[in-house]
């Protein structure tokens, strides 16, 4: 089992509808975030292109959080969701500082938090909030390793990208472009 | 909006690009090893209860599920998987709807208006008998004095509703919502008299299934009309044409096949070009238009010389590009929607403009087509027995002494005018009954609406924040939020008929109230208790439901009912006889009726004033987590976006030496300087002639600790208004500001 995510950067309109699904869904303080919209935007008037993502931990096969993890709060869980034991977590910040993608935030409760793919919901067989929000339906979740799996599905006939993929972690979040 | 720390890092691995959403962080340095309080959960669903309701924070009004823990306190709220509105999937405003439910700022007692020694007002907070006392006696004395019919009422959402039915039973019709002169009240005149029947809400816009969908200026996506955009991602998945027509890059541009950067205010231009195009090229629907029209050679000689090289010359598209997208339109016709719009007050002549809409539509036979308009149709909601209403002596209608012969509806601004003595007028307003509706940030030509709120003998306002409007409010009555209230079934229409019900999650926050409680409040007061014969609303929901052939209880735990169709087909069957509601029975190219009246009965171009010398025409629009300025102090879509910004080109950033993030005073043409500052976004997705605001910021009433001085208000700069003769809308898009770089040092109260 591979847990994936596939977002549709032609179908998303930035609505970030997905940040405050996870915010209520999760019970992230306010000013903080596990999930965030990126707009990019490239050419000059009127000859332009936006590309409309969004963005949370990209669930690494190599993760260089979970490695810099000096307690072994950062860990994978089934399917290769990374999580964060917070009574574990020494608040250090190492991990954040490691991740490329800049996903996880000092919780004030003074440890590491993080997207968990929903890891509740997912047990249940539920989709993740921002997932199960999503106006648009552009974000498609499931295991990768499961041709019939929305996320397989997703990826099957189109063109993708990830995310610095440079950075030799392997991320599992995939972006339909 | 805030920008994620690492943006830099991003772009330096290879995207450019701005966070639009998301928050920064600090590092939380110096916090104790092992924080004591890091075990927390999210809560389990199986621990929540739920509650059915339909979001109030927009019109679209989608059906979900509001949840509440243990202590009744409301955790989140989710679409309902049934509701045709939101399909399960609510948009970031009925998500974060909690946060309406949490404010801290929300209004907790009823407020009295009192002069303090000095003679400035105060307020002073009252129980709700007293303050009801205030408001009945306040009432009473108006109608005395000037009769009934002076007293008008202003609302928007549910909560009006229950007001409305009181001054109906008090004897007064006088009832007005901004949401048609300043808002969609053109393009319901315009289809009216095309298709003998308005647009209404939610559009009956065949979105999921059209093959070519144009958008002129309706930036679907940045408005969050929640089943339009879930549509519209299924048509971009079923790969059918978009075409944007928008002097901003707006993200239903970048969705689309085809953007069109159009010179504001030459849109009619482009609308009649294409129908030149599209009959010269028979590109119409011919079985169709024979069959269901009324006065295309009218219309082809009307259209004659308007070709596309005479519409380049005014909107700056190219002839080519206007042909090859009338060709798409034609090509997928009649599965094309030319979207009729929503905010369609812009330039005065926008009834004219809606027509056009109406006009290519009907050439391209999208009404009552698959993949065009649908035949809505919604539920008739049985009347709960209560006595008749008196008939006023006189109504909005008379107040507008024979101008906007074709407004369907009461008419804001008219009302307003009325308010303002003078001479001429003889039907003059005394006193408002403000619910939901904050016009100060809503209306334009603030100083018209502060003339006629101090001529005013008395004011009341029930909402559920210390909106603007409060601040000249008499009495002000703190009204629970939708979460924690009854109202009426929602059975707007869409392609099944529905029906979906609001229960309270909890009890009411604070010393707030619902509505219709107050409503029955005063009623009684006012001598008029038999209008509202019922202890608690729930028993008129309960008889409806009856009637309807359901139950409160089965409604409590569906949430929505849909019912079978009994109004005919969705969509025209080939070469079906139908009758259109119109003068000649037909779908009218050339429109009698604005004939009639004296109007142009087929569209023509009317060029517009353009920006003096270093102004820059002011526009303004939506941000899908925000509604107008009823969300800006909501935390949750806070975190999302904080403040507006100005949208400037770079061109005109370089001109003016402007900067990212620089704080600007706005003035317009008329001198008026914005209240508060608003930051530069420097963007390509703007013209070089025009900017661009989100509308709703640049709140000034202190008591809304988080919204208050965030952006700048847009409304106040909004100051020279082109009136729609032919129904009254107040074109708002012929405003130009300007660029202070200093403090004009403006009073803030």
């Given amino acids: 089992m591979r847990y994936a995510m596939a977002i549709d950067t032609k179908k998303c309109v930035g609505c970030s509808d997905c940040v405050v699904a996870c915010q209520t869904e999760n019970n992230v303080p306010h000013g903080y975030c596990r999930d965030w919209v990126v707009e990019a935007m490239d050419g000059t008037y009127p000859n332009l292109e936006i590309e409309i993502r969004s963005e949370r931990c990209n669930h690494c096969d190599n993760s260089p959080c979970v490695r810099c993890c000096p307690t072994g709060a950062s860990h994978y869980e089934a399917g290769g969701i990374v999580t964060?034991?917070?009574?574990?977590?020494?608040?250090?910040?190492?991990?954040?500082?490691?991740?490329?993608?800049?996903?996880?935030?000092?919780?004030?409760?003074?440890?590491?938090d993080k997207c968990t793919f929903c890891l509740h919901r997912v047990e249940k067989g539920e989709k993740p909030a921002c997932v199960a929000v999503c106006p648009t339906n552009c974000m498609y979740f499931g295991d990768l390793e499961d041709p019939d799996s929305d996320v397989s599905r997703a990826l099957k006939n189109r063109k993708y990208k990830t995310l610095a993929p440079e950075a030799g972690t392997k991320p599992q979040i995939f972006y339909l472009i | 909006m805030k920008t994620r720390r690492d943006f830099i890092k991003i772009s330096a691995l290879g995207t450019a690009g701005i966070a639009v959403a998301g928050s920064a962080f600090s590092l939380m340095k110096g916090k104790p090893l092992f924080a004591q309080n890091n075990d927390k959960?999210?809560?389990?669903?199986?621990?929540?209860?739920?509650?059915?309701?339909?979001?109030?924070?927009?019109?679209?009004?989608?059906?979900?599920?509001?949840?509440?823990?243990s202590d009744r306190e409301i955790i989140k709220i989710l679409g309902n998987d049934d509701d045709p509105h939101c399909n399960g999937r609510l948009c970031p405003r009925g998500t974060g709807g909690v946060g309406m439910y949490t404010d801290k700022d929300r209004l907790k007692k009823p407020l009295i208006r009192v002069k303090k020694e000095d003679g400035k007002s105060t307020f002073r907070e009252a129980e709700w008998d007293e303050a009801l006392d205030v408001v009945a006696a306040n009432m009473k004395k108006v109608a005395e004095e000037h009769g009934v019919e002076s007293i008008a009422l202003f609302n928007h959402g549910s909560s009006g509703h229950h007001m409305g039915h009181l001054l109906k039973a008090f004897g007064?019709?006088?009832?007005?919502?901004?949401?048609?002169?300043?808002?969609?009240?053109?393009?319901?005149?315009?289809?009216?008299?095309?298709?003998?029947?308005?647009?209404?809400?939610?559009?009956?816009?065949?979105?999921?299934?059209?093959?070519?969908?144009?958008?002129?200026?309706?930036?679907?996506?940045?408005?969050?009309?929640?089943?339009?955009?879930?549509?519209?991602?299924?048509?971009?998945?079923?790969?059918?044409?978009?075409?944007?027509?928008?002097?901003?890059?707006?993200?239903?541009?970048?969705?689309?096949?085809?953007?069109?950067?159009?010179?504001?205010?030459?849109?009619?231009?482009?609308?009649?070009?294409?129908?030149?195009?599209?009959?010269?090229?028979?590109?119409?629907?011919?079985?169709?238009?024979?069959?269901?029209?009324?006065?295309?050679?009218?219309?082809?000689?009307?259209?004659?010389?308007m070709t596309p090289e005479w519409a380049y010359g005014i909107t700056t598209i190219k002839p080519d590009v206007i042909r090859k997208t009338a060709r798409e339109m034609g090509n997928a016709s009649p599965s094309t929607i030319v979207h009729p719009g929503r905010h369609a007050t812009w330039y005065g002549d926008d009834t004219q403009r809606s027509r056009a809409i109406a006009i290519l539509n009907a050439l391209l036979g999208s009404w009552g087509r698959r993949g065009g308009f649908y035949f809505k149709e919604a539920l008739h909601l049985p009347h709960y027995?209560?006595?008749?209403?008196?008939?006023?002596?006189?109504?909005?209608?008379?107040?507008?002494?024979?101008?906007?012969?074709?407004a369907g509806l009461s008419v804001s601004n008219a009302l307003i005018d009325a308010?303002?003595?003078?001479?001429?007028?003889?039907?003059?307003?005394?006193?408002?009954?403000v619910s939901g509706t904050n016009l100060p940030l809503t209306m334009p030509d603030k100083d018209n609406l502060k003339k006629a709120m101090d001529a005013l003998e008395f004011m009341v306002v029930v909402d559920t924040m210390p909106?603007?409007?409060?601040?000249?409010?008499?009495?002000?009555?703190?009204?629970?939020?939708?979460?924690?209230?009854?109202?009426?079934?929602?059975?707007?229409?869409?392609?099944?008929?529905?029906?979906?019900?609001?229960?309270?999650?909890?009890?009411?926050?604070?010393?707030?109230k619902p509505s219709w409680w107050m409503a029955k409040q005063l009623g009684e007061r006012?001598?008029?208790?038999?209008?509202?014969?019922?202890?608690?609303?729930?028993?008129?929901?309960?008889?409806?439901?009856?009637?309807?052939?359901?139950?409160?209880?089965e409604m409590k735990n569906i949430g929505v009912k849909i019912f079978d169709r009994d109004s005919g087909a969705l969509y025209l069957r080939d070469g079906e006889d139908m009758e259109f509601n119109t003068n000649t029975g037909k779908i009218e190219l050339y429109s009698t009726d604005l004939a009639h009246h004296g109007f142009d009965p087929m569209p023509k171009y009317t060029a517009h004033p353009e920006p003096p010398a270093g102004y820059y025409r002011l526009n303004y629009g939506r941000a899908p987590m925000h509604t107008f300025s009823r969300t800006a102090n909501n935390l949750n879509l806070i975190d999302l976006m904080d403040e507006n910004k100005v949208w400037v080109n770079p061109k005109v950033a370089k001109l003016w030496g402007l900067k990212k993030d620089q704080l600007v005073w706005l003035k317009n043409q008329d001198g008026h300087v914005s209240t508060f500052p608003i930051k530069v976004r420097i963007t390509e997705?703007?013209?070089?002639?025009?900017?661009?605001?989100?509308?709703?910021?640049?709140?000034?009433?202190?008591?809304?600790?988080?919204?208050?001085?965030?952006?700048?208000?847009?409304?106040?700069?909004?100051?020279t208004v082109m009136i729609d003769p032919i129904m009254g809308g107040t074109g708002l898009r012929g405003n130009f500001v300007t660029f202070l770089t200093e403090d004009p040092g403006k009073e803030t109260n």
């Fill in chain 1, 84 to 112: 964060v034991t917070a009574n574990e977590c020494i608040g250090c910040g190492a991990c954040i500082e490691s991740c490329p993608y800049d996903a996880r935030y000092s919780h004030p409760d003074g440890y590491v």
């Fill in chain 2, 41 to 69: 959960k999210p809560f389990d669903d199986g621990d929540l209860e739920r509650t059915p309701t339909y979001c109030e924070i927009c019109f679209w009004n989608c059906a979900g599920w509001t949840y509440t823990n």
């Fill in chain 2, 172 to 305: 007064s019709t006088n009832i007005v919502a901004p949401s048609y002169a300043q808002c969609r009240g053109p393009r319901e005149v315009g289809f009216t008299a095309t298709f003998g029947a308005g647009v209404g809400s939610p559009e009956p816009t065949d979105i999921r299934d059209t093959r070519c969908m144009v958008l002129i200026g309706s930036h679907i996506g940045e408005n969050m009309h929640n089943g339009q955009v879930q549509e519209m991602a299924q048509a971009i998945d079923n790969g059918a044409t978009i075409i944007t027509v928008d002097p901003r890059y707006s993200t239903a541009a970048s969705k689309s096949k085809f953007w069109l950067p159009i010179k504001p205010a030459t849109d009619i231009a482009l609308l009649l070009a294409w129908i030149h195009v599209i009959i010269n090229e028979e590109l119409y629907d011919k079985a169709y238009v024979e069959q269901y029209t009324y006065g295309l050679d009218l219309l082809k000689a009307h259209v004659k010389n």
């Fill in chain 2, 385 to 406: 027995p209560t006595p008749q209403y008196p008939s006023p002596k006189w109504s909005w209608k008379d107040a507008l002494n024979g101008k906007y012969p074709m």
């Fill in chain 2, 419 to 433: 308010t303002i003595p003078a001479e001429d007028n003889k039907h003059q307003i005394h006193a408002w009954i």
């Fill in chain 2, 467 to 512: 909106m603007e409007i409060t601040g000249y409010a008499d009495v002000v009555l703190p009204e629970c939020t939708y979460l924690e209230r009854y109202d009426d079934l929602r059975v707007s229409p869409h392609r099944e008929p529905n029906v979906a019900i609001r229960m309270p999650a909890t009890e009411p926050m604070y010393d707030s």
């Fill in chain 2, 526 to 553: 006012l001598g008029l208790g038999h209008y509202f014969p019922w202890d608690d609303y729930k028993e008129v929901i309960e008889w409806q439901l009856k009637e309807l052939g359901t139950s409160l209880d």
């Fill in chain 2, 685 to 719: 997705r703007i013209r070089w002639d025009s900017v661009f605001m989100v509308h709703g910021f640049g709140h000034s009433n202190k008591k809304l600790t988080q919204a208050y001085g965030r952006g700048a208000n847009d409304s106040e700069l909004i100051t």
